[in-house]
């Protein structure tokens, strides 16, 4: 959308975050047709899990978008006071970013590619339910039937953000894949609870991750984490992009971890009544 200000309004009587172009980009045709765009893709998104989109201000200034204001903050802040996630709640969580993007990805007659997925673009709801925002805020242009490319070069605060993956990184074609990557991870933080190669910098964490290959270690996670959910992160931060699953494969794949937690957890509740009875 460009350079904006945001506050917290009320609109019907429900308060909403409300997005405003800065006056310096009026005259700006970049900032215009970025927030323009940012606004086409936002009045044809709704989901339960994707930010919902209330109105917005264009025939008159300040342009302003509205949309849904989530007091509980974000993803990022969560895990800075929680830590790494018991292994119900990190599915629970990952279930939610996984439908939103699967929503986004399967959008026509394009598909939604958020190229900037992290904690802080996951917003989290009243109900504790995860709300993927900041999409349609990198423009791409289409190349073939499922690849595009940036538009503009991303800039530093945008490239040197530890979640985007290589070919973003590198402006390269790129495909839907780029946000599974981002995916793993998040994925990896909510096990870990800090950043990949925390306390390192975002900037040198970037460069190791897209320039040098590298990945944070999984094996002390062994005895936390079950092995099945291992194995989709370090799919889904695959340098290939093809090694990396879909959306609508991770959330298959989730769902089955989740039941088999739900039976585990039964089954030792089980077993601690008859040791105690």
């Not at 040098?212 to 092995?227: C, D, M, N, V």
Request: charged share 25%; hydrophobic share 40%; aromatic share 10%.
């Amino acid at each position: 959308m460009g350079p904006k200000n945001q506050v917290i309004a009320k609109w019907n009587g429900t308060k909403v975050l409300v997005k405003i172009l800065d006056k310096d980009c009026y005259s700006d045709p970049d900032s215009i047709n970025a927030f323009k765009h940012e606004l086409s893709l936002l009045q044809k998104v709704r989901h339960p899990n994707v930010v919902q989109f209330f109105g917005a201000v264009t025939q008159n200034t300040p342009m302003m978008i509205i949309s849904e204001y989530h007091p509980n903050g974000d993803l990022r802040s969560y895990l800075q006071k929680k830590g790494r996630l018991p292994l119900h709640k990190l599915l629970k969580f990952a279930t939610d970013i996984a439908r939103g993007m699967n929503y986004l990805h399967e959008c026509k007659p394009d598909p939604i590619i958020h190229c900037d997925l992290n904690p802080k673009n996951i917003l989290l709801d009243d109900g504790g339910l995860l709300k993927v925002a900041g999409f349609g805020l990198i423009k791409l242009s289409k190349i073939s039937v499922d690849k595009v490319k940036l538009a503009h070069q991303l800039s530093d605060v945008n490239k040197f953000s530890l979640y985007v993956a290589p070919e973003v990184y590198t402006n390269e074609l790129l495909g839907r894949t780029v946000d599974t990557f981002s995916f793993g991870l998040i994925l990896y933080e909510m096990m870990d609870g800090v950043p990949p190669f925390h306390p390192k910098s975002p900037e040198e964490a970037a460069k190791m991750i897209c320039l040098e290959g590298l990945r944070p270690s999984l094996k002390f996670k062994s005895k936390s984490y079950p092995a099945d959910l291992r194995e989709l992160v370090e799919e889904c931060w695959s340098s290939d992009p093809n090694v990396r699953p879909t959306f609508a494969e991770i959330i298959v794949r989730l769902d089955k971890m989740f039941t088999n937690c739900s039976k585990n957890s039964r089954w030792k509740e089980t077993f601690k009544l008859r040791l105690w009875s």
